[in-house]
T-cell receptor, first 116, second 114 residues
Framework: AQSVTQPDIHITVSEGASLELRCNYSYGATPYLFWYVQSPGQGLQLLLKYFSGDTLVQGIKGFEAEFKRSQSSFNLRKPSVHWSDAAEYFCAVGDKRTSGTYKYIFGTGTRLKVLA | NAGVMQNPRHLVRRRGQEARLRCSPMKGHSHVYWYRQLPEEGLKFMVYLQKENIIDESGMPKERFSAEFPKEGPSILRIQQVVRGDSAAYFC????????????FGSGTRLTVV
């Protein structure tokens, strides 16, 4: 069955430090992969997505993610974290139904805390 | 473009009452999805609807929960005879077609059952 694992429940980094959030997926075919961010009390905002092509994808707010098929990973990175990046981050994989529509399976999230 | 609108933002119900959660998709989006987020858990898929049709309800509890997306008006997630375990954040998302490009999420309805 398709699944997404985010092994880190909480991560704390200092402002200005680099960040990497891990995501591993289980999917039989080439996956559609997404990262979303959720600020407290808010809905989810799409950061970036991967469908095919270049395995390094750029997103909003200075984030990027790299698809590594051999490791079944899609880790999210940012070279220098800002205090406003404190939020919860969700990785998701798109599961294609036989009808051609997509259902998204989400990981349990990683809560990022940024120290001043 | 107002985005995905959910109301109410917060809803408090006593055990045994009914909860009705509303979702208006983005303009031009005809596909609606409901997800539930329990504390310290990720988002769990509940149901996928197109206008007047339920496409996939594999994540919906078999009892007390129902969803609709009528020809006119918002999508409604209805929970009858609520119990404490129904307390959660319920998110609606929409997409313009088959959802391959990802979803646009609303800000959610936080249901508290007392």
């Amino acid at each position: 069955a398709q699944s997404v694992t985010q092994p880190d429940i909480h991560i704390t980094v200092s402002e200005g430090a680099s960040l990497e959030l891990r995501c591993n997926y289980s999917y039989g075919a080439t996956p559609y992969l997404f990262w979303y961010v959720q600020s407290p009390g808010q809905g989810l905002q799409l950061l970036l997505k991967y469908f095919s092509g270049d395995t390094l994808v750029q997103g909003i707010k200075g984030f990027e993610a790299e698809f590594k098929r051999s490791q079944s990973s899609f880790n999210l990175r940012k070279p220098s974290v800002h205090w406003s990046d404190a939020a919860e981050y969700f990785c998701a994989v798109g599961d294609k139904r036989t009808s051609g529509t997509y259902k998204y399976i989400f990981g349990t999230g990683t809560r990022l805390k940024v120290l001043a | 473009n107002a985005g995905v609108m959910q109301n109410p933002r917060h809803l408090v119900r006593r055990r045994g009452q009914e909860a009705r959660l509303r979702c208006s998709p983005m303009k031009g989006h005809s596909h609606v999805y409901w997800y539930r987020q329990l504390p310290e858990e990720g988002l769990k898929f509940m149901v996928y609807l197109q206008k007047e049709n339920i496409i996939d309800e594999s994540g919906m509890p078999k009892e007390r929960f129902s969803a609709e997306f009528p020809k006119e008006g918002p999508s409604i997630l209805r929970i009858q005879q609520v119990v404490r375990g129904d307390s959660a954040a319920y998110f609606c998302a929409s997409s313009p077609a088959k959802g391959a490009e990802g979803y646009t999420f609303g800000s959610g309805t936080r249901l508290t059952v007392v």
